[in-house]
């Protein structure tokens, strides 16, 4: 029974070694392949989070997720371009918050004038029902 236990142990444990000398690798190949995305997603988000949004997420040839890595960059891209249309219209409020807050104060107020600062005012914000729908 002995000899029968190790004719059959012997091919057993040479065919486990065998494949794991095959699966090993294989594992840490592909792991790379996740662990490298998830990582530089991780980085991503930490500079977003940090108000930086000049670049772009890039996978290596290889790698998993780059779907999640496309829709990402879009996300990136979508808040540039919100966070630019905030910044251009603040500056376009606030000057003509200045000038309008300038002809109130002064002694000669342009009734006119002041009407039409306020009448680009709100035309600016009825043109911006939904603000920021891209």
């Given at each position: 029974?002995?000899?029968?236990?190790?004719?059959?142990?012997?091919?057993?444990?040479?065919?486990?070694?065998?494949?794991?000398?095959?699966?090993?690798?294989y594992s840490?190949?592909?792991?790379?392949?996740?662990?490298?995305?998830?990582?530089?997603?991780?980085?991503?988000?930490?500079?977003i989070l940090e108000g930086q949004l000049d670049f772009m997420i890039k996978l290596r040839k290889k790698d998993e997720f780059k779907n999640i890595a496309e829709k990402m960059n879009s996300l990136i891209d979508y808040m540039r371009r919100n966070i630019e249309e905030v910044r251009s219209s603040h500056r376009m409020v606030r000057d003509r918050i200045t000038k309008i807050k300038t002809m109130v104060t002064a002694e000669?107020?342009?009734?006119?004038?002041?009407?039409?600062?306020?009448?680009?005012?709100?035309?600016?914000?009825?043109?911006?029902?939904k603000p920021f729908s891209f």
């Open positions: 029974m002995s000899s029968l236990f190790k004719i059959i142990l012997i091919p057993i444990l040479a065919v486990n070694l065998f494949i794991l000398c095959i699966i090993v690798p840490l190949m592909y792991s790379h392949k996740v662990a490298g995305p998830v990582y530089r997603f991780q980085k991503s988000l930490d500079m000669k107020v342009d009734i006119n004038v002041l009407k039409n600062e306020v009448e680009e005012l709100d035309k600016f914000f009825k043109e911006r029902p």
